[in-house]
């Protein structure tokens, strides 16, 4: 499923037109964005965690030249489903 497809399944489901079901999809995205750029994390009961991962730096390899390298750090954005999406993906 692509945005235009869950905007349009959205829209369907709230009865929103899809104008507003696509505000309301790209509001989101904007505050759950700013909210792990501060550092901080959205729980969606139920439905999962996002959050930010950081990485500390660490030698690595070139995989073409096998020489080491430095990888910096960083942090990355992740997602941790809760139970009940869990449950409902596993069929219980």
């Known amino acids: 499923m692509n945005k235009t497809e869950l905007v349009s399944a959205i829209a369907e489901k709230s009865g929103l037109k899809k104008i507003e079901a696509e505000k309301a999809l790209k509001?989101?995205?904007?505050?759950?964005t700013a909210e792990?750029?501060?550092?901080?994390?959205?729980?969606?009961?139920?439905f999962g965690t996002f959050d930010v991962l950081e990485r500390a730096a660490h030698t690595g390899r070139n995989p073409q030249t096998k020489e080491p390298m430095e990888i910096p750090a960083s942090k990355a954005p992740r997602f941790k489903s809760g139970k009940v999406l869990k449950d409902a993906v596993n069929g219980r």
């Open 27 to 32: 509001a989101f995205e904007e505050v759950v």
């Open 36 to 46: 792990l750029v501060n550092g901080n994390e959205v729980r969606l009961v139920g």
